[in-house]
């Protein structure tokens, strides 16, 4: 059984940034996403990579966000940079084949 395991994090004030990290328990090169739920909101998509590391991301973080991969690490990374009070959300990594989530990793950002 594949497991996703989130790590990353925090709380920092408006401006800073953060690097999450989506380690797989498994080599498994295909495609990796990033999604955020914040507080009485469903489930959006924030970031995808593929297995040729070709990225995608949603218009409100373009610019701002960068994914990456690591496959000698299983892992998968989303670097966040001038982060917003509106960016705080519980952030989730999926292994896109299998529809398989990890646990999340809490974000909060501070004006």
């Known amino acids: 059984q594949v497991q996703l395991v989130e790590s990353g994090g925090g709380s920092v004030q408006a401006g800073g940034s953060l690097r999450l990290s989506c380690a797989a328990s498994?080599?498994?090169?295909?495609?990796m996403s990033w999604y955020r739920q914040a507080p009485g909101k469903e489930r959006e998509f924030v970031s995808r990579?593929?297995?040729?590391?070709?990225?995608t991301y949603s218009d409100s973080v373009m610019g701002r966000f960068t994914i990456s991969r690591a496959n000698a690490k299983n892992t998968v990374y989303l670097q966040m940079n001038s982060l917003q009070p509106e960016h705080k959300a519980m952030y989730y990594c999926?292994?896109?084949?299998?529809?398989?989530w990890g646990q999340g990793t809490q974000v909060t950002v501070s004006s």
């Open positions: 999926k292994l896109d084949l299998y529809g398989i």
């Open positions: 498994g080599y498994y090169n295909y495609d």
């Open positions: 990579i593929d297995s040729h590391s070709r990225t």
